[in-house]
T-cell receptor, first 115, second 113 residues
Framework: DTGVSQDPRHKITKRGQNVTFRCDPI?????LYWYRQTLGQGPEFLTY????????KSRLLSDRFSAERPKGSFSTLEIQRTEQGDSAMYLC?????????????FGPGTRLTVL | AQSVSQHNHHVILSEAASLELGCNYS??????LFWYVQYPGQHLQLLLK??????LVKGIKGFEAEFIKSKFSFNLRKPSVQWSDTAEYFC???????????FGAGTTVTVRA
């Protein structure tokens, strides 16, 4: 399968715990994006990387959230001290370097439930 | 920031009926426009896209969309739906030279056999 992959697919945690999600983009895609989707809403932009550089972060991304893409390949999104309001689907997407039109390919998402 | 509005939250129709889903966006400059579809249990997939040129674009599975710049709209259409078109449909926009997508809230389409 050459699509975007995300791990885990589901995560249940207790309030206050830290969680980390991983995203593997399509090979050779240099841009990687994180979005969050809550029930009844469309995805909301969180942050994006071009290679290993994090170029933009949304105001939605509080200090408890951190994302990395250390070698310009896979990325991790960590949430510290989770809150019930963090419960959502976390989506990762990637786009190729020649795409000035920014066609993004999405992964299956990680569904987070904070109890 | 971009604002994207999808007119219908839930649409129910019978097979062979025609479908039109509305999408309006707020930005007045040059944009790229997308429709994504999410079938039950699957991830978001690109249905069609508009960057420039002919404002009527054709996508996969018989879908098409028309960009009307004066109305800031990008409505999705299909002349005759099938049961397999049951899914959630999202309109998305990004400003040229800005990589983040802004999505509408989505429209759930239920096609009855």
């Amino acid at each position: 399968d050459t699509g975007v992959s995300q791990d885990p697919r589901h995560k249940i945690t207790k309030r206050g715990q830290n969680v980390t999600f991983r995203c593997d983009p399509i090979s050779e895609h240099n841009r990687l994006y994180w979005y969050r989707q809550t029930l009844g809403q469309g995805p909301e932009f969180l942050t994006y990387f071009q290679n290993e550089a994090q170029l933009e972060k949304s105001r939605l991304l509080s200090d408890r959230f951190s994302a990395e893409r250390p070698k310009g390949s896979f990325s991790t999104l960590e949430i510290q001290r989770t809150e019930q309001g963090d419960s959502a689907m976390y989506l990762c997407a990637s786009s190729p370097p020649q795409s000035s039109y920014n066609e993004q390919f999405f992964g299956p998402g990680t569904r987070l439930t904070v109890l | 920031a971009q604002s994207v509005s999808q007119h219908n939250h839930h649409v129910i129709l019978s097979e062979a009926a025609s479908l039109e889903l509305g999408c309006n966006y707020s930005y007045g400059g040059t944009v790229n426009l997308f429709w994504y579809v999410q079938y039950p249990g699957q991830h978001l997939q690109l249905l069609l896209k508009y960057f420039s040129g002919d404002p009527l674009v054709k996508g996969i599975k018989g879908f098409e969309a028309e960009f009307i710049k004066s109305k800031f709209s990008f409505n999705l259409r299909k002349p005759s739906v099938q049961w397999s078109d049951t899914a959630e449909y999202f309109c998305a926009v990004n400003e040229r030279n800005d990589y983040k997508l802004s999505f509408g809230a989505g429209t759930t389409v239920t096609v009855r056999a």
